[in-house]
């Protein structure tokens, strides 16, 4: 009788403590939907369950896996099927199937339909409540639109784009939530302002419709989103890659390509910046490994690794061996493939083109072979524009070349 006693009590015991457990569950459930409430505010891409789905897919976008990127894109779609959000992130991905080589206009239809499709979800959120997230959604949209149209020289598709850009970024400036992602906008048109101004005078008459920016402050806002930001932070690095080239600040340029490319490996444009800066950095070893690897990839045929990639890591190669290790046979058949890169991204005009006419030039004299040398540098003169230092020196080399060769023939 004790026994079934003792029994009952076990029983009762066990239910009771499988109850208050699941009560005790359920408050900790409510408790925690309550607080992911307050801390995103009710908008979706500050959840955080959507910024770890969005993370990993994230990952692979920059890293040109784009199958496994869209998979996931494709779940948060499927998931939020009326929210902006995966429209826009699926519009940036193809952006950057586009980023490698600029010039190429396969994905132009695509990406603009995805942004378009974000934009149209966004303004019925902000038509029927105003929610700031679908303001920030669409600043983005059109951003990317207008970074798009520039591309392609649509210069009054660009401004309106910019323009609406302008408007729904200044919807969200009230939200602190916000602040690091607007950063982004911020930093890149308190830069790209005075960029435009000194280096587009035919869209000058243009500016006099946006505010006025600031060059220093821009850089240093985009150096902020690169670290604090969550959606904008790889795209800041991006931009700021560039800018460093641009301003002469090599070293932080060569920091921040290789940490990126160190994060993404397999992306070309990250890979083959990290090449140039070391390069242009003076790294002999780490820039002949880098652009030897992008080869590689190219003939291996990654994703993204195309003529442009290829253009810069075959001048880098030539030029070591030409001028460091004065292998010549090996300069020469690098100086050719640079060649072949620049005819298949027509980039006959390009720095790397015209520098390689003249190795190969240098080359054909060295041996012996006036004519074929003075016909690279005749090519350089062509192509080139004149106020190139390529276009100088050709015409330097050819006044040389003609004295060298009338020498061998009186001398035979």
């Known amino acids: 009788m004790k026994l079934k006693e003792n029994f009952i009590k076990l029983l009762l015991t066990a239910l009771l403590f499988t109850v208050s457990t699941e009560i005790s569950s359920a408050q900790w459930w409510k408790d925690t939907e309550k607080a992911e409430k307050e801390r995103s505010k009710g908008m979706l891409i500050f959840t955080s369950e959507v910024q770890i789905e969005a993370t990993t897919a994230i990952n692979h976008m920059y890293n040109f896996k784009f199958e496994e990127a869209e998979r996931e894109f494709n779940y948060l779609k499927v998931k939020y099927p009326d929210h902006p959000l995966p429209d826009f992130l699926i519009g940036l991905m193809v952006w950057w199937r586009i980023v490698p080589n600029t010039e190429n206009v396969i994905y132009d239809e695509r990406c603009l339909e995805y942004m378009d499709e974000s934009i149209r979800k966004a303004e019925k959120i902000w038509d029927d409540s105003e929610n700031p997230e679908a303001a920030f959604l669409m600043a983005c949209a059109y951003a990317f639109k207008g970074r798009l ?46 960029y435009i101004k000194e280096n587009y005078p035919m869209l000058r008459p243009v500016l006099w419709l946006f505010p006025k920016g600031d060059k220093a402050k821009g850089i240093a806002q985009l150096e902020k989103v690169s670290y604090n930001a969550f959606y904008t932070r790889t795209e800041a690095r991006y931009f700021l890659m ?100 620049a005819k298949m991204t027509y980039s006959t005009k390009s720095g790397y083109y015209l520098s390689s006419l003249i190795g190969l030039g240098k080359i054909a004299v060295q041996a012996g072979k006036y004519d074929e040398g003075i016909e690279y540098y005749k090519q350089v003169l062509e192509d080139g524009d004149r106020k190139s230092s390529q276009h100088n020196e050709a015409k330097t080399l050819i006044t040389a070349a003609k004295k060298f060769r009338r020498k061998a023939k009186k001398d035979n």
Request: charged residues 25%.
């Open 149 to 194: 149209h520039s591309e392609r020289k649509h210069w009054t598709k660009a401004t309106l784009a910019a323009k609406n850009a302008l408007k729904y970024l200044n919807e969200c400036r009230d939200y602190a939530d916000f602040s690091p992602e607007l950063m982004f906008g911020d930093g890149l048109y308190n830069y790209y302002f005075h």
């Open 242 to 341: 560039q800018i460093y080239g641009m301003e002469n600040m090599n070293d932080k340029a060569y920091n921040l390509a290789k940490y990126t490319h160190d994060a993404y490996p397999d992306n070309p444009f990250f890979q083959r910046f990290h090449a140039r800066s070391a390069f242009v950095s003076g790294k002999v070893n780490e820039a002949e490994s880098e652009a030897k690897s992008i080869l590689k990839k190219f003939d291996e045929h990654y994703t993204g690794y195309e003529g442009v990639s290829g253009r810069y890591a075959s001048y880098i190669l030539a030029y070591y061996a030409y001028n460091y290790r004065h292998d010549l046979e090996d300069a020469k058949k690098y100086y050719l493939r640079t060649l072949e890169f």
